[in-house]
């Protein structure tokens, strides 16, 4: 039986490119941070540096890309199976172990698609109005200035709080249950990872939230 | 058991003529219940009365009232067997509930579970399972060929745990997905933890958890409630090594 047509299997999936996000989301939080200038030349440096390649960064583009839509769409898929899987509801609903992250997981991802949308719009396309485009001699989009003025507006960290709260929701669920479905985990294990996932979720929250909450409260200024 | 003191309670029971019938709620009233009534004898007694007013008795399932044979099958205030730890509902007593309670009484609910009447479902997708390959077919020999091949005794402890499992479905009934993969796991683990298991661990696993997805359970989500619910404590664990089975299985 192919791996897309089990239910193990695209679980399987689902684990793999999950885990594959999860990757990309800590080399990005680390690349970010180069706001706070620990980098020599700041996140300017950073930026003209990460796309000095275009072939490579399209080529990472595109499998980021497989991997996000392979998510969606068995996560999509399983959801619909799964929501039929007990056609009629108990009249007392009592869970013993389901948590809130768990039972919404197709709601958080669709907000972390969501915010994945608006932040390519804003950050990557350069869409969203309400920032400040300055340009170098050689024409460099100046990515320092770019995020400071966005994150002065409390819409626009509104949105990325949220995002970021839904990212939390899904990782507390999604890196032990990956981690599961994977195989690597036992009755030893499996408390550990859970508590240790939970860390991870909440490192990224307060990682992610740093930048947006430390420019609009005015300690980096453009 | 005259000096004990009895208690009354509210039963709201799940009522299906058959598995057509859309079914409601009945309510009923349990009189002189004592602590020591197993929650099927004070169905029992429920029943006694029903029939003495000439009425249709509450339709359940039951066999060896030991806790050991996995007939039982009752979500009682939303948790399957009633939510006490490793506990089936033959063994679950009255002393948990208090005079004047009031108790909701409902079948198994999941798509692969039909409801045959009342209290009653079909649980032949779980044997559906079993037949896919829940077995050996190598010869295992007389007695004393059982114990030619030496088994270390936590592996034989392990494959033990996992086939503790009595198939009661209750797994299936507390899971939000209605998914069987603490059963399938259990059934897959104990056969493929042992010698005389090994040899079509790989066939196995891929035709068990095909079955499963056939008989149309739904897909494990990681929530965990199938080992809160499972009389037996079957841990989570089993489904881990069954889906390292799975991925082991797509490279033989």
Redesign the interface.
């Given at each position: 039986?192919q791996?897309s047509s089990?239910?193990?299997?695209?679980?399987?999936l689902m684990a793999v490119t999950g885990q594959v996000m999860i990757l990309f989301a800590l080399v990005h939080l680390i690349g970010n941070t180069t706001i706070f200038g620990w980098l020599h030349g700041g996140i300017n440096a950073y930026a003209e540096h990460l796309h000095a390649l275009p072939p490579l960064v399209w080529a990472f583009r595109l499998f980021m890309l497989a991997a996000v839509s392979i998510h969606i769409w068995f996560g999509i898929q399983?959801t619909i199976?799964?929501s039929?899987?007990?056609?009629?509801?108990?009249?007392?609903?009592?869970?013993?172990?389901?948590?809130f992250a768990?039972?919404n997981?197709i709601w958080s991802g669709l907000l972390i698609l969501a915010f994945i949308v608006y932040h390519l719009l804003h950050f990557t396309m350069k869409l969203i109005p309400g920032m400040v485009l300055t340009t170098d001699p050689e024409g460099t989009v100046n990515v320092f200035t770019m995020v400071v003025s966005s994150f002065q507006n409390v819409f626009v960290c509104a949105i990325y709080a949220g995002g970021m709260v839904a990212l939390f929701l899904h990782l507390t669920?999604g890196i032990?249950?990956s981690s599961?479905?994977?195989?690597?985990?036992?009755?030893r294990t499996?408390p550990v990872i859970i508590k240790a996932g939970t860390l991870v979720a909440l490192a990224f929250l307060v990682g992610y939230l740093t930048i947006p909450l430390s420019i609009f409260a005015g300690f980096l200024k453009g | 058991m005259s000096d004990h003191k009895t208690m009354t309670l509210t039963l709201i029971v799940w009522r299906q003529k058959n598995a057509s019938d859309p079914g409601k709620f009945e309510t009923y009233t349990a009189k002189n219940i004592t602590d020591h009534h197993s929650f099927l004898e004070m169905l029992d007694c429920v029943n006694e009365d029903l029939i003495l007013e000439g009425k249709e008795p509450i339709v359940f399932d039951h066999d060896c009232r030991e806790g050991i044979c996995g007939m039982c099958s009752q979500v009682i205030n939303g948790a399957p067997h009633g939510g006490q730890e490793r506990t089936t509902v033959c063994q679950l007593h009255m002393r948990k509930f208090k005079d004047g309670d009031t108790i909701y009484i409902e079948p198994w609910r999941a798509r692969a579970f039909p409801i045959v009447k009342d209290l009653v479902v079909d649980r032949t997708a779980l044997d559906t399972i079993i037949q896919a390959g829940g077995y050996t077919s190598c010869h295992t020999g007389g007695v004393a060929d059982g114990n030619a091949i030496l088994i270390p005794k936590p592996v034989a402890d392990e494959a033990m745990d996992a086939a503790e499992c009595v198939g009661c479905g209750a797994c299936v009934a507390g899971c939000p997905n209605g998914a069987a993969m603490l059963f399938t796991g259990a059934k897959v683990s104990q056969l493929s933890l042992l010698p005389q298991g090994k040899g079509e661990a790989a066939a196995r696993v891929k035709a068990m958890t095909a079955a499963m997805t056939e008989c149309g359970f739904g897909n494990c989500t990681n929530h965990y409630e199938c080992q809160a619910a499972c009389p037996k404590g079957i841990n989570v664990k089993f489904i881990a090594r069954m889906n390292r089975d799975f991925l082991k299985a797509q490279f033989a």
């Amino acid at each position: 039986m192919q791996l897309s047509s089990s239910s193990i299997g695209r679980k399987i999936l689902m684990a793999v490119t999950g885990q594959v996000m999860i990757l990309f989301a800590l080399v990005h939080l680390i690349g970010n941070t180069t706001i706070f200038g620990w980098l020599h030349g700041g996140i300017n440096a950073y930026a003209e540096h990460l796309h000095a390649l275009p072939p490579l960064v399209w080529a990472f583009r595109l499998f980021m890309l497989a991997a996000v839509s392979i998510h969606i769409w068995f996560g999509i898929q399983l959801t619909i199976e799964n929501s039929g899987g007990r056609p009629q509801q108990y009249a007392v609903k009592s869970t013993q172990k389901a948590t809130f992250a768990s039972e919404n997981m197709i709601w958080s991802g669709l907000l972390i698609l969501a915010f994945i949308v608006y932040h390519l719009l804003h950050f990557t396309m350069k869409l969203i109005p309400g920032m400040v485009l300055t340009t170098d001699p050689e024409g460099t989009v100046n990515v320092f200035t770019m995020v400071v003025s966005s994150f002065q507006n409390v819409f626009v960290c509104a949105i990325y709080a949220g995002g970021m709260v839904a990212l939390f929701l899904h990782l507390t669920h999604g890196i032990q249950s990956s981690s599961q479905t994977l195989g690597c985990s036992n009755n030893r294990t499996l408390p550990v990872i859970i508590k240790a996932g939970t860390l991870v979720a909440l490192a990224f929250l307060v990682g992610y939230l740093t930048i947006p909450l430390s420019i609009f409260a005015g300690f980096l200024k453009g | 058991m005259s000096d004990h003191k009895t208690m009354t309670l509210t039963l709201i029971v799940w009522r299906q003529k058959n598995a057509s019938d859309p079914g409601k709620f009945e309510t009923y009233t349990a009189k002189n219940i004592t602590d020591h009534h197993s929650f099927l004898e004070m169905l029992d007694c429920v029943n006694e009365d029903l029939i003495l007013e000439g009425k249709e008795p509450i339709v359940f399932d039951h066999d060896c009232r030991e806790g050991i044979c996995g007939m039982c099958s009752q979500v009682i205030n939303g948790a399957p067997h009633g939510g006490q730890e490793r506990t089936t509902v033959c063994q679950l007593h009255m002393r948990k509930f208090k005079d004047g309670d009031t108790i909701y009484i409902e079948p198994w609910r999941a798509r692969a579970f039909p409801i045959v009447k009342d209290l009653v479902v079909d649980r032949t997708a779980l044997d559906t399972i079993i037949q896919a390959g829940g077995y050996t077919s190598c010869h295992t020999g007389g007695v004393a060929d059982g114990n030619a091949i030496l088994i270390p005794k936590p592996v034989a402890d392990e494959a033990m745990d996992a086939a503790e499992c009595v198939g009661c479905g209750a797994c299936v009934a507390g899971c939000p997905n209605g998914a069987a993969m603490l059963f399938t796991g259990a059934k897959v683990s104990q056969l493929s933890l042992l010698p005389q298991g090994k040899g079509e661990a790989a066939a196995r696993v891929k035709a068990m958890t095909a079955a499963m997805t056939e008989c149309g359970f739904g897909n494990c989500t990681n929530h965990y409630e199938c080992q809160a619910a499972c009389p037996k404590g079957i841990n989570v664990k089993f489904i881990a090594r069954m889906n390292r089975d799975f991925l082991k299985a797509q490279f033989a």
